[in-house]
Nanobody
Framework: QVQLVESGGGLVQAGGSLRLSCAAS????????MGWYRQAPGKQRELVAA???????KYADSVDGRFTISRDNAKNTVYLQMNRLKPEDTAVYYC???????????WGQGTQVTVSS
């Protein structure tokens, strides 16, 4: 089992920045992929960004160039640096991890990000 705890959400004005963190504990050796999903009211959960333990990354088109995912394997922590935030980035952001490339088996409780216009 893997436990994921997110932090860093909040309220920010459009154009501002936030940094999300997600710390993993438990069966750490089983983690290969870590990533961030988000879900806005009335919308499906979508992948925002993901990173493997080897450093390969994926981004949603809507955030590419504005968000950066990074990972500290020694601290079992993944980060999401979000710049030039837009109101449409408002959502609950969930941390997730998986045992294989681009798979997601465990989820955090979510952290709210609200971007005001």
């Amino acid at each position: 089992q893997v436990q994921l705890v997110e932090s860093g959400g909040g309220l920010v004005q459009a154009g501002g920045s936030l940094r999300l963190s997600c710390a993993a504990s438990g069966t750490i050796l089983s983690i290969y992929t870590m990533g961030w999903y988000r879900q806005a009211p009335g919308k499906q959960r979508e992948l925002v960004a993901a990173i493997t333990s080897r450093g390969s990354t994926k981004y949603a088109d809507s955030v590419d160039g504005r968000f950066t995912i990074s990972r500290d394997n020694a601290k079992n922590t993944v980060y999401l640096q979000m710049n030039r935030l837009k109101p449409e980035d408002t959502a609950v952001y969930y941390c997730s991890s998986g045992r294989w490339a681009w798979t997601f088996d465990y989820w955090g409780q979510g952290t709210q990000v609200t971007v005001s216009s």
